[in-house]
């Protein structure tokens, strides 16, 4: 067993999960500019990544610039995996690769507690990204409370690149948000990795 292996139905069963479908995570939140270095590189990026059509080009090519950007606007105080290995506990099947994680944590040669991102990037089908970023925010959550470094909520995204899709996960509730977001609407989008940022922030003053 491992992320990509999992359905739904032996996510809540296994971890005692509730899901709240149809949720309005995000609402009144102020937009917010991203770089007009940004701006460029998607929109020489996006049309070629669109017609190349994998997961690898849209992953490459339009999900890290967005993350990276989202660093760069924390003045590098997160931190960005992409493809790392993240074997949590293996005898449950938390373990493989994740596509991008995100940690409050400014290490960038490990991940280090609290992770509190995870977004997977997928060709097209977004409903079918849920279960296995899921599994990967349980992972975090099991990797943060091993070390003694719990947030207050985790939060994954499955994206194709040009839309995207939230869930979040509050203790064993998690909130599968009603709507998707369009990467040409690039101020919202950020607006919402932002707010996902803020609220995410360990308790803890060591962090």
């Not at 509730?18 to 996006?46: G, T």
């Not at 493989?96 to 990037?121: K, M, N, R, W």
């Not at 690149?161 to 919202?188: A, M, P, Q, R, T």
Request: include cysteine.
């Amino acid at each position: 067993m491992s992320y990509s292996q999992f359905k739904l139905k032996e996510l809540k069963s296994q971890f005692g999960l509730k899901i709240l479908e149809e949720e309005e995570i995000f609402s009144n939140l102020e937009p917010v500019q991203p770089s007009s270095l940004l701006r460029e590189i998607l929109a020489r990026n996006l049309p070629l990544a669109l017609r190349i059509d994998t997961e690898k080009a849209r992953s490459e090519m339009i999900v890290a610039q967005v993350l990276i950007e989202l660093r760069e606007i924390f003045q590098g105080q997160i931190s960005l995996f992409s493809g790392r290995e993240f074997d949590i506990d293996q005898s449950q099947g938390l373990n493989g690769t994740c596509d991008f994680l995100i940690s409050h944590s400014p290490e960038q040669l490990s991940v280090e507690a609290p992770a509190a991102i995870l977004v997977e990037a997928k060709n097209d089908n977004i409903r079918g990204g849920i279960p296995q970023c899921l599994a990967e925010m349980v992972a975090a959550r099991v990797f943060n409370d091993r070390e003694n470094n719990t947030i207050p909520c985790i939060y994954g995204g499955v994206t194709t690149g040009s839309i995207w899709k939230f869930l979040k996960l509050e203790k064993n509730l998690v909130y599968l948000e009603k709507g998707e977001h369009h990467i040409n609407d690039i101020d919202s989008l950020f607006a919402i990795l932002v707010h996902i940022v803020e609220t995410s922030r360990p308790t803890s003053p060591d962090v």
